[in-house]
């Protein structure tokens, strides 16, 4: 009973780097989620997808690209890091929207050097 | 207004004391609100729902009024494992639009 997967746990990057934060769930929802949260701070949506092949941008997209070719993955793109990306990363997923359960991965902790 | 505001506190109790949380949130066509628990370097993860005629669960008891815009968060007996930062959530809008979470309350409870 994974849930929500989310891979690396902790990765260090150099300014300009590019990586991809994988996240896979296998509840079979169609909502899935990235947030960031930085220390002290709460969430904020990055990008979401209420299903395969549909993306939408959140609050702070910037510097990120998302892709949903399946239900299952939903990976999370950082072109080009820079400090301001030094963050926890949480993939999430739901059922639906308005009124289901958010389920969270267990967090990516990222910092760029 | 802001979507969704909560007192960041801390709040530091005592073990064994009577604690309240609220949040306010700006669309008052809202229909579901929840709170969600983090503790520190985790995961959130959903507490509980708030309906319109309350929610009890065990010590914790949710409330929502809808002419103030705002839900409440009650812990009774509060424990040293209640130690975390609780979130509340509400709706964006109404439609596909991802709910908003609130920065959180953090709550230290204390021997």
């Known amino acids: 009973n994974a849930g929500v997967t989310q891979t690396p746990k902790f990765r260090i990057l150099k300014i300009g780097q590019s990586m991809t934060l994988q996240c896979t769930q296998d509840m079979n929802h169609n909502y899935m989620y990235w947030y960031r949260q930085d220390p002290g701070m709460g969430l904020k949506l990055i990008y979401y997808?209420?299903?395969?092949?549909?993306?939408d941008k959140g609050e702070v997209p910037n510097g990120y690209n998302v892709s949903r070719s399946t239900t299952e993955d939903f990976p999370l793109r950082l072109e080009l890091a820079a400090p301001s990306q030094t963050s926890v990363y949480f993939c999430?997923?739901?059922?639906?929207?308005?009124?289901?359960?958010?389920?969270f991965g267990e967090g990516s902790w990222l910092t760029v050097v | 207004r802001k979507e969704v505001e909560q007192d960041p506190g801390p709040f530091n109790v005592p073990e064994g004391a009577t604690v309240a949380f609220n949040c306010t949130y700006s669309n008052s066509a809202s229909q579901s609100f929840f709170w969600y628990r983090q503790d520190c370097r985790k995961e959130p993860k959903l507490l509980m729902s708030v309906y319109s005629s309350g929610n009890e669960d065990g010590r914790f008891t949710a409330q929502l009024n809808r002419a103030s815009q705002y839900i409440s968060l009650l812990i009774r007996d509060s424990k040293l494992s209640d130690s975390a930062t609780y979130l509340c959530v509400v709706p964006k809008q109404q439609g596909n639009t991802p709910l908003v979470f609130g920065k959180g309350t953090r709550l230290s409870v204390i021997a």
């Open positions: 999430a997923s739901s059922l639906g929207g308005d009124g289901n359960t958010i389920y």
């Open positions: 997808s209420v299903g395969a092949g549909i993306t």
